[in-house]
């Protein structure tokens, strides 16, 4: 037994006992000179050293490095360097030693979070608990938590079929200021129970959201500390007035309103939005709502898919003022209700097909399912994730929490046959949108972002353009618009939405496609065929909406196509009528002024896609545009980029040693050559200067001798050595 004891004592002692490790000197020194920067120079001058000039703003403390030092000892260097620290001008001084460092990122996967409610595991679109193989973490929720962001202080409500108030993991979240029964205009949301449980929708979407987190009870929320009121509305008869009211219950109060409905996704008759009162509602929010700065409205696109619907005929997931967010299923497959449109911000995990994973959530009676599914899923989702990015930065707007989300959302493996890349450097999708949503990212943005700027409306209308539909042909409507420019100063803006208004008269309206193309060549699909619909009612007034132009140009050559292909008659005859009443309405923002002509994605100096002047920075550490660059670096003319000076110089021309045009201090401009030196060279001497300008600037010169003198000191007449043939 002993020996074994003896290696195990022996394995202890280095990890805990040993020394500290022996530090590694350096050929660098740091000293502290009275005198000034001459006497410095004096001193290492005298004593070998070469001075690298004053350390940062630290006065009288010098950089000297002797070249003869062994470069990296474990013995401090005695001798000679005692010469110097016994000098009267040295106050102090110290040999540099080499220090340990390491970067304070994070190793490695953020450690697991264990939260006792029973169906953490089970919950796979948020993290890779211990039992699940098949999880998906990249909506990179509980990292958004870890940095300390869990929607305290945002209130959220739920549009639906009512919510269970008392369920054990919604109750203290609850907020009865939050809710609103419309169906039967009184204070309390509780679903209306019967056999088959038909109004459960409400308060599974609602646990989605803001279930409490660590309390023994079914799932954690994602925004599990954000407050949460429920909205009965689809209970009974939906109208105009009902959904008006139920939008605009309490716009200063609530937050975020999640919608999990639409129209009816039958893919046949069904072309229908906002009425009239619902559209004032939005507006109202829009504008009034969360005091100015805008309710957020979160939409779920539609599970018409099976049906062949095309989410462009549903008026609110169309909306500007909604968030449309589609699904995918946990392998990054289109799910078979998923709508394709053009609309669609962002997608998050939902369920698949019968062998895919479905959703965890709270359910009525105070249970708890794991059968949640389709587009329902997806906006609660979003949802909590919007509540972390408002208590990251309370004061988003509802264009910035539309823009954070284009700029955060990633396609991944998501997979489409159609993603394509935008004017703006984006990947975007008809499936998808920008792709799955990023909780930790948004958060990060949303906490620097900076407003963007007031929403720009911009109507251009289209040329002349044939009316008549054919069979087999394609209408195309092209207008070249500087429409957007002629609004305000800045030459470029960015876009934001852009709608197309239109009226077709069609005897079957399903056989219908409609394409834009942007400017910077981005194709939207408007509309794609709709094999049931065979109705003859054509389009009154339709507004279409596409996101993906976001952050592209509006100048330039719009084309609207119209393809119209007959599904049974094969005949070239006429067969419709379009009037385009108008083109296009675009939304934009003025880009920042210091963007040059490819545009920009946001409203910032570092959202530019090049810059009109320079650009300053890495692409890691952020770029910003700037009119001139800065102190320390100077701009190439090619790459139109602010590049560092040489060390010693303060500014330059460029990167040579004899491009400086001013130096650091404790340097001396050598003007003949350019170059910033700590002693003047043979014929030149250190002008001490006594010009008032450049004592101000701190400017040190190397002024030339006069002619006879080989050396001369601060004074050009002053000869310390003649040339050959003076005296
Ligand atoms: C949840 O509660 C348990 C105690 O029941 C505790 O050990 C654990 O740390 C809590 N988890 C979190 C993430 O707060
Ligand atoms: C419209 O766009 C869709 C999707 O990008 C494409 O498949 C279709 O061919 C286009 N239609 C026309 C008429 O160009
Ligand atoms: C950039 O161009 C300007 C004017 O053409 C010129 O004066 C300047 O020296 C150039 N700068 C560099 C770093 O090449």
């Known amino acids: 037994m002993r020996p074994s004891a003896a290696w195990l004592l022996l394995l202890a002692l280095p990890a805990c006992l040993a020394a500290p490790p022996r530090p590694v000197y350096t050929n660098h020194w740091a000293v502290q000179v009275l005198g000034g920067p ?14 690298l000039g004053q350390i940062g703003n630290l006065e009288n403390y010098y950089h000297f490095h002797h070249s003869r030092t062994i470069r990296r000892s474990t013995l401090s260097s005695r001798g000679r360097h005692n010469f110097l620290r016994m000098d009267p001008k040295v106050k102090w001084l110290q040999q540099q030693e080499v220090k340990r460092r390491v970067k304070r990122h994070v190793r490695g996967d953020p450690p697991l979070i264990h939260f006792n409610d029973p169906m953490w595991s089970k919950m796979w679109y948020m993290h890779c608990g211990d039992k699940n193989n098949r999880c998906r973490s990249e909506m990179n929720i509980p990292a958004a938590w870890q940095r300390g962001y869990t929607g305290k202080n945002v209130v959220v409500t739920i549009l639906d079929d009512g919510i269970e108030t008392s369920h054990p993991d919604l109750v203290q979240n609850y907020d009865p200021q939050a809710s609103y029964d419309v169906n039967d205009n009184d204070c309390d949301p509780s679903p209306r129970y019967d056999a088959s449980n038909e109004n459960k929708h409400g308060t599974r979407c609602a646990g989605q959201v803001a279930a409490k987190a660590n309390n023994s009870h079914c799932i954690v929320g994602i925004a599990y500390n954000a407050r949460i009121g429920g ?353 296009w309405i675009v939304t934009s923002s003025p880009c920042h002024p210091e963007c040059g002509n490819k545009g920009c994605d946001g409203p910032n100096a570092d959202q530019c896609l090049n810059c009109i002047h320079y650009s300053l920075g890495s692409v890691k550490a952020g770029r910003v545009c700037v009119s001139s660059c800065p102190s320390g670096y100077f701009g190439e003319n090619a790459s139109r980029r602010c590049r560092r000076c040489q060390k010693a110089c303060e500014t330059c021309t460029g990167r040579g040693r004899n491009q400086c045009t001013s130096c650091q201090r404790g340097f001396y401009h050598h003007q003949e050559t350019n170059a910033c030196v700590v002693f003047c060279p043979a014929g030149f001497y250190a002008d001490e200067s006594k010009d008032v300008n450049r004592l101000q600037t701190g400017q040190k010169l190397c002024l030339e001798c006069h002619q006879s003198c080989k050396k001369c000191a601060s004074d050009p007449d002053k000869h310390i050595l003649c040339k050959d043939g003076f005296r």
């Open 231 to 583: 909205v009965r509305m689809l209970d009974g008869d939906v109208t105009d007035v009902v959904e008006a009211k139920s939008l605009g219950i309490r716009p200063d109060y609530i937050d975020i309103y999640s919608a999990s409905w639409g129209p009816d996704d039958d893919g046949k008759t069904t072309v229908d939005g906002p009425g009239e009162l619902a559209k004032q509602a939005f507006e109202y929010g829009i504008k009034k709502g969360r005091k100015g700065l805008g309710s957020i409205f979160v939409w779920a696109s539609g599970n018409g898919g099976r049906e062949g619907d095309h989410c462009s005929c549903d008026g609110y997931t169309n909306s500007i003022y909604t968030i449309s967010i589609s699904s995918s299923t946990d392998s990054g497959l289109k799910p078979w209700y998923l709508e394709e449109c053009a609309s669609t911000l962002a997608t998050t995990y939902s369920s698949g097909a019968f062998y895919e994973q479905k959703i965890v959530t709270t359910d009525l009676r105070h249970g708890c399912t794991e059968g949640h599914t389709g587009t329902s899923v997806s906006a609660p989702i979003v949802t909590g994730i919007i509540a972390l990015a408002l208590e990251a930065n309370p004061s988003l707007t509802w264009r910035d929490v539309q823009h954070l989300i284009v700029k955060t959302s990633r396609p991944l493996h998501l997979k489409a046959n159609d993603w394509k890349t935008n004017g703006a450097g984006r990947k975007v999708s008809h499936l998808y949108g920008y792709g799955l949503v990023n909780a930790e990212a948004i958060v990060m943005e949303a906490k620097k972002w900076k407003k963007a700027p007031t929403q720009q409306v911009c109507i251009g209308s289209s040329d002349r353009t044939p009316r008549d539909i054919h069979a087999d042909q394609i209408v195309r409507t092209t207008t070249v618009t500087n429409a957007c420019a002629n609004h305000y100063d800045q030459r470029v803006v960015y876009l934001e939405h852009v709608i197309v208004r239109v009226s077709i008269e069609h005897p079957r309206r399903g056989d219908l496609q409609i394409n834009l193309t942007s400017p910077s060549g981005t194709e939207s699909q408007l509309l794609a065929r709709r094999a049931f619909d065979i109705s003859n009612e054509g389009f009154k007034n339709w507004e279409f909406m596409t996101v993906h132009c976001w952050g592209e140009k509006a100048e330039g050559e719009w084309t609207l196509k119209i393809h119209d292909t007959p599904s049974h008659m094969r005949n070239p005859e006429r067969r419709g009528e379009h009037t385009l009443l108008s083109f």
């Open 38 to 51: 001459g006497e410095a120079a004096r001193l290492a001058s005298a004593y070998g050293y070469v001075n």
